[in-house]
C-alpha cells in the first residue's frame, strides 16, 4: 500500500502567518491527493482534491501544490478558525491511505 | 444534497462485535460508494472497507478481511458496518463517509466527502 508520511508533526505559528504542511508518498501518485482538516468533535472536511482543486466553500487562501511524490498545502495567512489537524489522503490506488497528519497549533 | 447520519456510541467487550449504521439522505444508496473510515486518537485515519465504485461490490483492506462486514438496506438508504473479534486497538472513532468516485490511473477511486458525523466505539473491560 502506498505510505504517505506528513511534515512537520506540528507547526507552531501566529494569526496571520504563512503555514506550509508537507505530504511525501511512499511512490508517485501523479497528481491524486487531497487534504483534509480535522477539528476536535469534528469529522474531517475536505479542502483539496486532486492536488490543487479547493473543495466548495474552502477559501482561497487554502493552496495545494506538488506532482508525483511531493506535496504541500499552504494556508497562506492562519485565521483563528484555522488551527487543526491536517491529513493528506491519496487517491492513486487502493487502498486509500492517510497521511498521519500535521498539527497547526497556535504560537 | 447528501447526508450521513450515524448511530451513537458504542462500547464493548475485548471478543464482542459492533454494528453501527449510517442513513444516507439525498441520493440513492446504489448510486453511491459509501465507505467506512476509522479514527484512532494520535494516528491518521485508516479506510476500513466499503462498496467498490466499479461494480458496487464490498472492498475490504486487507487487515480487516475476515472481521469486517460491510451491509446496505436500499429501502431505507442505511449501510451497515459490523466489525468482530474487538481488541483494546479498535478502540476509535467511525465514519462513513461517501466516496466522489472518479476515474484513477487504473479504475475508480476518489475522496471522501461529505462525512457522517461519527460514532465513537470503545473497547474495554
Known amino acids: 500500500e502506498i505510505v504517505l508520511t506528513q511534515s512537520p508533526a506540528t507547526l507552531s505559528l501566529f494569526p496571520g502567518e504563512r503555514a506550509t504542511l508537507s505530504c511525501r508518498a511512499s511512490q508517485s501518485v501523479t497528481r491524486y491527493l487531497a487534504w483534509y482538516q480535522k477539528k476536535p468533535g469534528q469529522a474531517p472536511r475536505l479542502l483539496i482534491h486532486d492536488t490543487f482543486n479547493r473543495a466548495t466553500g474552502i477559501p482561497a487562501r487554502f493552496s495545494g501544490g506538488g506532482f508525483g511524490t511531493d506535496f504541500t498545502l499552504t494556508i497562506s495567512s492562519l485565521e483563528s478558525e484555522d488551527f487543526a489537524i491536517y491529513y493528506c489522503?491519496?487517491?492513486?490506488?487502493?487502498?486509500?491511505?492517510f497521511g498521519g497528519g500535521t498539527t497547526v497549533e497556535i504560537k | 444534497q447528501v447526508h450521513l447520519v450515524q448511530s451513537g456510541a458504542e462500547v464493548r467487550r475485548p471478543g464482542a462485535s459492533v454494528k453501527v449504521s449510517c442513513k444516507v439522505s439525498?441520493?440513492?444508496?446504489?448510486?453511491?460508494?459509501v465507505q467506512w473510515v476509522r479514527h484512532a486518537a494520535g494516528k491518521g485515519p485508516e479506510w476500513m472497507g466499503g462498496?467498490?465504485?466499479?461494480?458496487?461490490?464490498?472492498l475490504y483492506a486487507q487487515r480487516f478481511q475476515g472481521r469486517l462486514t460491510v451491509t446496505e438496506d436500499t429501502s431505507t438508504g442505511t449501510v451497515y458496518m459490523e466489525l468482530r473479534s474487538l481488541t483494546f486497538d479498535d478502540t476509535a472513532m467511525y465514519y462513513c463517509?461517501?466516496?466522489?468516485?472518479?476515474?484513477?490511473?487504473?479504475?475508480?477511486?476518489?475522496?471522501?466527502?461529505?462525512w457522517g458525523q461519527g460514532t465513537q466505539v470503545t473497547v474495554s473491560s
Open positions: 462498496f467498490d465504485p466499479d461494480d458496487h461490490e464490498t
Open positions: 489522503q491519496q487517491r492513486y490506488k487502493w487502498p486509500l491511505t
Open positions: 463517509a461517501s466516496l466522489e468516485v472518479v476515474p484513477a490511473a487504473v479504475g475508480l477511486t476518489g475522496w471522501f466527502d461529505p
Open positions: 439525498g441520493y440513492s444508496l446504489t448510486e453511491m460508494s
